[in-house]
T-cell receptor
Framework: RKEVEQDPGPFNVPEGATVAFNCTYS??????FFWYRQDCRKEPKLLMS???SGNEDGRFTAQLNRASQYISLLIRDSKLSDSATYLC??????????FGSGTRLQVQP | DTAVSQTPKYLVTQMGNDKSIKCEQN?????MYWYKQDSKKFLKIMFS???????INETVPNRFSPKSPDKAHLNLHINSLELGDSAVYFC????????????FGPGTRLLVL
């Protein structure tokens, strides 16, 4: 079983749509959680950290369920510029990040 | 004023050659990393250095040797390059704390022919 699992997509949605991505992780000792965004042929960039209480940053909402070992990302009012690969990322305390394989989002006009 | 920089951006070379990739960060971070992203886009940790000391060394062939001359630099030397080494190599850095954000360099695209 992969340490971090994501649906690879692609998710093709129209502008203005709401889209949700899910991710599960296998190591119950995982300490911190993130969503990173990676544009085509670019480096990953932090989108947001994920907290147990859930957190929101503009149109983006992240949720963490430690009991189910499940992380989610909700994007409201999708923009063309949201098209990218979204990487679910977990830190198990070894200081290195464990990445999911990414979920590709394509927002269409 | 690039935060994490890597050179070269592109590297095309023949099997059997030896090559190096350089990484520098100007963020004052104390931990640096090398990741490999293969053709399936899967990012995997290779090495991590904290204050010039190796702290993570994943199952990587010993043809790969990281070198950290100081906290701001982490170079990757690869001996006897093989076709399977073709990938994008990302350097990253972070500051050790409970919830540390890692900042990535632009990547080095290595193609072994």
């Amino acid at each position: 079983r992969k340490e971090v699992e994501q649906d690879p997509g692609p998710f093709n949605v129209p502008e203005g749509a709401t889209v949700a991505f899910n991710c599960t992780y296998s190591n119950s000792a995982s300490q911190s959680f993130f969503w990173y965004r990676q544009d085509c042929r670019k480096e990953p960039k932090l989108l947001m950290s994920v907290y147990s209480s859930g957190n929101e940053d503009g149109r983006f909402t992240a949720q963490l369920n430690r009991a189910s070992q499940y992380i989610s990302l909700l994007i409201r009012d999708s923009k063309l510029s949201d098209s990218a690969t979204y990487l679910c990322v977990v830190n198990t305390g070894r200081r290195a990040l464990t990445f999911g394989s990414g979920t590709r989002l394509q927002v269409q006009p | 004023d690039t935060a994490v920089s890597q050179t070269p951006k592109y590297l095309v070379t023949q099997m059997g050659n030896d090559k190096s990739i350089k990484c520098e960060q100007n963020l004052g971070h104390d931990t640096m990393y090398w990741y490999k992203q293969d053709s399936k886009k899967f990012l995997k940790i290779m090495f991590s250095y904290n204050n010039k000391e190796l702290i993570i060394n994943e199952t990587v062939p010993n043809r790969f040797s990281p070198k950290s001359p100081d906290k701001a630099h982490l170079n990757l030397h690869i001996n006897s390059l093989e076709l399977g080494d073709s990938a994008v190599y990302f350097c990253a850095s972070s500051q050790v704390r409970l919830r540390e954000t890692q900042y990535f360099g632009p990547g080095t695209r290595l193609l072994v022919l």
